[in-house]
């Protein structure tokens, strides 16, 4: 297995990156505030101010083009804010990946399919109901190959919250659960949680003994 004895160094730099990530989006709303409104931010508040009975025509979607110039610069904004997410998220991939070779693959579609995640949810929930564009683009996301390691799993989906995050403008809410994600993976990863039942807190909590744990 491969592992690092001293996770200070990674749990810095990923700190640091958040740091820097958000003091710049800081200081661009405050000396740009034109900007501030393009900005994919807020988008959990609108849902609900917007409340759960008011539901959009469908024939709308027909007479208007589903992105304006101004979704089209909040989509873009919502696509380098979903890419700057998931590289810290990628790392602790890097980090955590129990085998000697990564897969490069697996490392590049985690970190592009928020992009593509982002790009359907805002392109339909300007023409449809926002629950249909959710089960839709959970439904379309289908890989036909197996992942090495369940775990894997993981950062599926967390890359397509990133990206739903990011779609529906509540970039805030995926910058918390990259967070999250990161945090959490990299502290299980350094306890080593669950490899060792005999800890007498285990051994308490589960009735096993050393002999069950060899077994």
Not at 119 to 145: H, P
């Amino acid at each position: 297995m491969r592992k690092y004895t001293n996770i200070a160094a990674p749990l810095f730099v990923i700190t640091a990156y958040y740091a820097v990530l958000a003091t710049a989006v800081w200081l661009l709303g405050r000396t740009l505030p034109r900007i501030k409104p393009l900005l994919p931010f807020g988008g959990v508040e609108d849902l609900i101010e917007r409340g759960d009975n008011q539901l959009e025509v469908l024939t709308t979607a027909m007479t208007k083009p589903a992105l304006g110039n101004v979704e089209s610069v909040t989509l873009a904004f919502a696509i380098v804010g979903a890419l700057l997410l998931m590289t810290p998220i990628s790392w602790v991939y890097f980090i955590t990946t129990r085998s000697r070779e990564v897969s490069r693959s697996f490392a590049q579609t985690i970190v592009v399919l928020p992009v593509i995640v982002a790009g359907i949810a805002m392109i339909v929930a300007n023409s449809l109901a926002l629950a249909f564009s959710l089960a839709g683009v959970v439904a379309a996301v289908r890989f036909r190959f197996s992942l090495s390691e369940p775990a894997h799993a993981l950062y599926i989906f967390v890359a397509i919250a990133v990206g739903l995050g990011a779609g529906i403008g509540a970039l805030d809410v995926a910058f918390v659960a990259s967070v999250g994600f990161v945090y959490v993976n990299l502290l299980l990863w350094k306890l080593d949680y669950g490899a060792d039942l005999t800890t007498p807190f285990f051994a308490f909590l589960t009735g096993r003994g050393r002999d069950d744990n060899e077994l």
